[in-house]
């Protein structure tokens, strides 16, 4: 058993931590949302006032926060306030399994070492679902005596658990991951519409292209045409994995194609055509509702 704090308990942290719980690690968990603490109290975890509370004298910190700005105001401090890593003992694991950008995770794991900490990006891909089954996939950075460390608190809410590289390369990894993400859920899109429009059955032109050259994730798994299968574009495009998140991470993704001279044309359309979607005031629908863009004006 580890005493871990978990901080941000929010659609993925909340199951994650409950995860903890369920292995027997004893989690001590905040939010700013008291109901959020009170749901995770109730799973056996036990709440806190702050995040120097939760981890006081725990050997595992993780956070699952929105974005770069809230993991560094957590960690480095913030409007005068101490971080966390300058009250947390020089022998704590942190783990922060946000999506944010690498320059942030560079920040952070510079204070770290310099405290004599080890710290881990650590993002995950899977969604709310995965992280419920305790089946997400992650993407470690940082140095192999910390991934070590790790592997065995993620294999609680994870089944893959990948040491990508240095500190910064998992959040690379994912984003990787989401701009592909992103430009075969538009190509799908675009080509089962395209079929719907000359006449022939979505669901038939599913199976036809499941079994040819264009085969992929999210014609297999996550059909954006509804009624073709049980994914988010049959229940009205609920989420899943928001409009809002998918233009983050490609936003991400922009970012760090320019600072290492990356050319990405397909992502940065992709990031363009999420970003009308998001203008639209889709933001909250899932990210395989970008199929509605493709109706005619
Ligand atoms: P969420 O908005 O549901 O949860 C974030 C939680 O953090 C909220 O409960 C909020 O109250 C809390 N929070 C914000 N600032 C805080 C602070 N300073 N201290 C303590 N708590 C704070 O977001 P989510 O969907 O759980 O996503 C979390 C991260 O995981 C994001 O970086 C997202 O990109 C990534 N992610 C999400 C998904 C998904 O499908 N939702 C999938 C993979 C990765």
Not at 20 to 38: E, F, N, P, Q, W
Not at 125 to 131: D, H, K, L, M, Q
Not at 193 to 221: C, F, Q, V
Request: charged share 20%.
């Amino acid at each position: 058993m580890t005493t871990i704090a978990f901080i941000g308990l929010g659609n993925m942290g909340g199951p994650m931590a409950a995860n903890l719980v369920a292995a027997g690690h004893d989690v001590r968990v905040y939010d700013l949302s008291d109901t959020a603490i009170a749901t995770l109290v109730k799973q056996g975890a036990t709440g806190t006032k702050s995040p120097r509370e939760a981890a006081e004298n725990t050997e595992v910190v993780i956070s699952m926060l929105p974005a770069g700005q809230h993991v560094a105001g957590l960690y480095l401090g913030s409007d005068g306030n101490a971080g966390l890593l300058d009250t947390i003992s020089a022998d704590c694991l942190v783990l922060d399994c946000s999506t944010i950008d690498v320059d942030t995770v560079r920040r952070v794991q510079k204070k770290a070492t310099e405290r004599g900490q080890q710290f881990l990006d650590a993002p995950v891909s899977g969604g709310v679902a995965a992280a419920q089954a305790g089946t997400l996939t992650f993407m470690c950075g940082g140095e192999e005596a910390g991934f070590e460390r790790a592997e065995p608190i993620l294999s609680a809410m994870g089944k893959n658990i990948f040491h990508a590289g240095g500190h910064g390369a998992g959040q690379v990894a994912k984003m990787c991951n989401n701009m592909l993400l992103a430009i075969h859920m538009i190509g799908t899109s675009e080509a089962l519409k395209m079929g719907a429009n000359s006449g022939l059955d979505p669901s038939i032109l599913s199976e036809i292209m499941l079994k040819s050259s264009g085969r992929n994730w999210s014609l297999e798994l996550y059909n954006p045409y509804p009624g073709v299968m049980d994914s988010p574009a049959s229940r009205g495009y609920q989420p899943g994995f928001m409009v809002d998140l998918m233009t983050k991470d490609l936003g991400l993704a922009i970012e760090n194609a320019k600072k290492t001279n990356s050319k990405i044309p397909l992502g940065e359309h992709a990031e363009s055509l999420y970003r009308e979607k998001q203008s639209a005031g889709d933001g909250k629908k899932d990210f395989s509702s970008i199929l509605e863009i493709l109706e005619p004006a």
